[in-house]
Nanobody, 124 residues
Framework: QVQLVESGGGLVQAGGSLRLSCAAS????????MGWFRQAPGKEREFVAA????????RYADSVMGRFTISRDNAKNTVYLQMNRLKPTDTAVYYC?????????????????WGQGTQVTVSS
């Protein structure tokens, strides 16, 4: 079992930056691919970014490409999402997720463990 706890959300003006963190505990997560998803009010949860255990392979949604960066520190059991040039359309609850395997997928049902989420609000 893996427990995931997100932090770092908050209120920021458009054009600003935030860094989300996801701390993992329980079973070691250094061999798992990790991802970030988000869910805006009234919308379905959507893929944002994912990273393999080495940190060298990443994938991003088109909507955040070039603005968001996913990274991980396996020594700290933590995954990060650096979000720059934020837009009001980035407003959502952001969720961290982990897979049992080390391949990147974008489907929600491809992830086995989920955090509780952290709210990100971008004002215009």
């Amino acid at each position: 079992q893996v427990q995931l706890v997100e932090s770092g959300g908050g209120l920021v003006q458009a054009g600003g930056s935030l860094r989300l963190s996801c701390a993992a505990s329980g079973r070691t997560f250094s061999s798992n691919a990790m991802g970030w998803f988000r869910q805006a009010p009234g919308k379905e949860r959507e893929f944002v970014a994912a990273v393999t255990w080495s940190g060298y392979t990443t994938r991003y949604a088109d909507s955040v490409m070039g603005r968001f960066t996913i990274s991980r520190d396996n020594a700290k059991n933590t995954v990060y999402l650096q979000m720059n040039r934020l837009k009001p359309t980035d407003t959502a609850v952001y969720y961290c997720a982990a897979r049992r395997t080390n391949t990147i997928v974008v489907l929600i049902n491809g992830y086995d463990y989920w955090g509780q989420g952290t709210q990100v609000t971008v004002s215009s």
